[in-house]
T-cell receptor
Framework: QKEVEQNSGPLSVPEGAIASLNCTYS??????FFWYRQYSGKSPELIMS????GDKEDGRFTAQLNKASQYVSLLIRDSQPSDSATYLCAVNKRGSTLGRLYFGRGTQLTVWP | DGGITQSPKYLFRKEGQNVTLSCEQN?????MYWYRQDPGQGLRLIYY???????QKGDIAEGYSVSREKKESFPLTVTSAQKNPTAFYLC??????????????FGNGTRLTVT
């Protein structure tokens, strides 16, 4: 079982719609959760982090964390064509001797005008 | 401005040659990492370093080597032993692996093509 799994996509939504990106993780001791956006040919950039159960909002982005279900999601409201990118979910495990982030394979999002 | 600088952006090499990718950061971060990304794939950890003069293998270290002689620098050498070296290589840094809420900051990447 992979440490972090994402719905493979691709996900296609019209401009103005809500895009929902999902991620599950296997290790219950995971403590920190991150969403990165990666444009084609570019490096990942951090867009959201969440550490506690519930919702965290930042502009058009909302991260949702449910530790009991080992599930984290990213909602993008009022999607824009500029949101078209691959979104990577990453998880950090407390106490890991490696002290590293585990990444999912990413979900490719296309927002069409 | 603080950040991570990777050079060069594009690198072409013949098969059988070793090549070194540069990574420098001025964020005063303790931890540095090298990831590899192949088309349609997630990020795979090659090596990481939590402190100067110390580093550990990641998931795919075979055919690679690193050094960490300075806090700011973490060069990666792709050796001729790496069977499929063509990929996008990403260097990253963070405050430290013992800081749980420590996201990674990435450089702009080096795209290596070996023919």
């Amino acid at each position: 079982q992979k440490e972090v799994e994402q719905n493979s996509g691709p996900l296609s939504v019209p401009e103005g719609a809500i895009a929902s990106l999902n991620c599950t993780y296997s290790d219950r001791v995971s403590q920190s959760f991150f969403w990165y956006r990666q444009y084609s040919g570019k490096s990942p950039e951090l867009i959201m982090s969440i550490y506690s159960n519930g919702d965290k909002e930042d502009g058009r982005f909302t991260a949702q964390l449910n530790k009991a279900s080992q599930y984290v999601s990213l909602l993008i409201r009022d999607s824009q064509p500029s949101d078209s990118a691959t979104y990577l979910c990453a998880v950090n495990k407390r106490g890991s001797t490696l002290g590293r982030l585990y990444f999912g394979r990413g979900t490719q999002l296309t927002v069409w005008p | 401005d603080g950040g991570i600088t990777q050079s060069p952006k594009y690198l072409f090499r013949k098969e059988g040659q070793n090549v070194t990718l540069s990574c420098e950061q001025n964020l005063n971060h303790d931890a540095m990492y090298w990831y590899r990304q192949d088309p349609g794939q997630g990020l795979r950890l090659i090596y990481y370093s939590q402190i100067v003069n110390d580093f550990q293998k990641g998931d795919i270290a075979e055919g690679y080597s690193v050094s960490r002689e300075k806090k700011e620098s973490f060069p990666l050498t792709v050796t001729s032993a790496q069977k499929n070296p063509t990929a996008f290589y990403l260097c990253a840094s963070s405050m430290g692996s013992w800081v749980d809420d420590s996201p990674l900051h990435f450089g702009n990447g080096t795209r290596l093509t070996v023919t």
